[in-house]
């Protein structure tokens, strides 16, 4: 596996081999701003996701997060099965507060014996109708328009019959593909790599029912060593099904929410920052001795890729410090000294078209 320091390399490495053609002889060679890999340059995300909508997610879960100041994802069965027609203003209010409602299917069929309905029963059609009618009562009740994901019921990702398996895996993934932008498995373990991630089959630290903190922590280790992005699958939080307690999920967030170098994150915002670091073309349009000019361009959905990115500029050696804009607009911008190198951190908007950077 590759560690995930390598991208920064590779894309501060390509910068600048895209940066020679465009300077020209004459000029200095000057290197181009390239995103970091997570937000304000922190070092590793994690993102808390709790499937099923339970009652303890609603009466715990939410207001553990919020006591915390983070937020999570919470992939919903819209059926009548789950609370999500039986208390809908608790789930406005938690999508209120800055949590992401995802969705898990309408009935959450599924391969195991002991749940039902089974997948095994589905034909394309039904699965396909799991996903539009879970897609459209979590839009109709929040409005929402920034794109939504998903999390496989079980973590299977395909249905029917025995003979159907192997076609119908492709189908699973074209329906998820056709209504949500990101889903995330279950029986998959691993640290999301940003530069390798399928946004489709997006994996999870290790299942965590009846874990303690400190246990959870170990899950969470070899993402933050290795730079990466670790998502924790819960379901219920003080009861209910594979839980984890209150206190437990309280130790977490308290540890998250003091670790600021950590992203915490919701499911779909991590999707959104990696894919668009993926995707950002950066290059110089203007160069003079106290200003250098560079272009962007976004080419994902806009009103799916609305995140901030965080850019990191090398500054030419004879600059003390800068001041930047983007899109004419200010911009906060933080000037570290890395032993003989300085670089500007700056926060730009998404769809930003045109950032520059003043000698100061
Ligand atoms: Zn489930």
Redesign the pocket.
């Known amino acids: 596996m590759k560690n995930s320091i390598s991208r920064r390399q590779f894309l501060g490495a390509a910068a600048a081999a895209a940066a020679l053609p465009s300077v020209g002889a004459s000029a200095p060679a000057a290197a181009i701003p390239s995103p970091t890999m997570w937000p304000q340059d922190r070092s590793a995300a994690v993102s808390l996701t709790f ?2 909508a339970m009652q303890t997610q609603l009466d715990n879960a939410g207001p553990i997060l919020k006591k915390h100041g983070l937020n999570g994802t919470f992939f919903v ?1 819209t059926g009548p099965s789950s609370t999500w027609l039986k208390r809908p203003d608790d789930w406005r209010r938690l999508a209120a507060e800055g949590n992401e409602i995802g969705s ?1 299917t309408v009935h ?1 069929p599924c391969m195991l014996k002991a749940i039902k309905p089974h997948s095994q029963d589905y034909t394309p059609e039904m699965m396909l109708k799991e996903m539009r009618d879970s897609s459209e009562s979590i839009i109709e009740r929040l409005g929402t328009r920034r794109g939504l994901t998903f ?1 496989y ?2 973590g299977d990702m395909t249905f029917g019959s025995e003979a159907d398996l192997a076609r119908n895996q492709a189908r699973y993934l074209d329906y998820v593909a056709q209504y949500y932008f990101a889903a995330r498995g279950y029986n998959s373990w691993a640290p999301v790599v940003a530069e390798d991630i399928n946004p489709l089959t997006v994996p999870v630290l290790g299942w965590t029912a009846g874990k303690d903190f400190p246990s959870l922590l170990d899950l969470l280790e070899p993402a933050r060593q290795g730079h990466n992005w670790g998502v924790f699958p819960f ?1 219920g939080a003080g009861g209910q099904w594979l839980s984890v307690t209150s206190q437990t999920l309280d130790e977490l967030a308290g540890f998250l929410a003091r670790h600021t170098e950590i992203w915490a994150a919701t499911f779909g915002d991590v999707v959104r920052y990696i894919q668009e670091t993926l995707t950002l073309q950066v290059e110089p349009s203007e160069s003079t001795e106290r200003r250098r000019q560079f272009a962007l361009s976004w080419p994902l959905d806009a009103k799916i890729y609305d995140l901030p990115l965080t850019l990191n500029w090398k500054l030419p050696s004879q600059w003390g410090s800068c001041t930047a804009t983007a899109d004419g607009k200010p911009l906060d911008c933080s000037v570290q000294a890395n032993g003989g190198e300085k670089a500007a951190l700056v926060d730009i908007p998404a769809q930003t078209k045109t950032v520059r950077f003043v000698k100061k």
């Open positions: 499937d099923d069965i898990h959450h999390a019921p079980c379901h």
